[in-house]
């Protein structure tokens, strides 16, 4: 795997970090971009920056995150940012034709009474907490439109 471009978005925080590193240990640049060289909300400069680099895999770490309060301060801007990475980069590695695409969710998708340990089949049959809810919708959409294009187009 070490001929392949991979991009990690989103590879500053936890764990695209750690996928970073992993990679890293396994011999392979990964190929990253910072906010200020990409900003994954404008699409297209998502579309562009994929075009130019075309990565045969993406890991999509990418988010706006936030603590609770901030998540009640801000569901608006939680809800929008994230949607807008999640479709700008979807589409963007659709158009390009990127091999595979790991859409990396978070366990504030599952509902708040969630049976424990998660299990994926979960997902979607209860409330989700209130406090994160605008992003865990968002996330949700994300998840839901990557199996879209693994449905309508083959991707994967």
């Known amino acids: 795997m070490a001929e ?9 925080g936890l764990v695209g970090s750690a996928v970073v590193r992993r990679l890293r240990a396994d011999g392979i640049e990964p190929l990253v971009a910072s906010r200020d060289e990409l900003d994954l909300r404008d699409q297209a400069a998502t579309r ?9 895999y993406i890991v999509n770490a990418a988010a706006r995150v936030g603590g609770i309060g901030a998540n009640v301060a801000h569901p608006a801007v939680f809800m929008h940012d994230n949607l807008a990475i999640a479709t700008n980069l979807l589409q963007a590695a659709h158009l390009a034709g990127v091999q ?15 049976p424990q340990p998660i299990r ?3 997902l979607l049959t209860g409330p989700l907490e209130s406090t994160n809810e605008p992003y865990a919708i968002a996330k949700i959409a994300g998840l839901k439109l990557a199996q879209a294009y693994n449905r309508e ?4």
């Open 100 to 114: 595979r695409l790991l859409f990396i969710g978070s366990s504030c998708i599952y509902p708040r009474d969630c």
């Open 48 to 56: 562009n920056f994929v075009a130019r680099q075309r990565p045969d």
């Open 153 to 156: 187009y083959g991707r994967r």
């Open 120 to 122: 994926e089949e979960y």
């Open 4 to 12: 392949h471009r991979i991009y990690v978005a989103g590879h500053r």
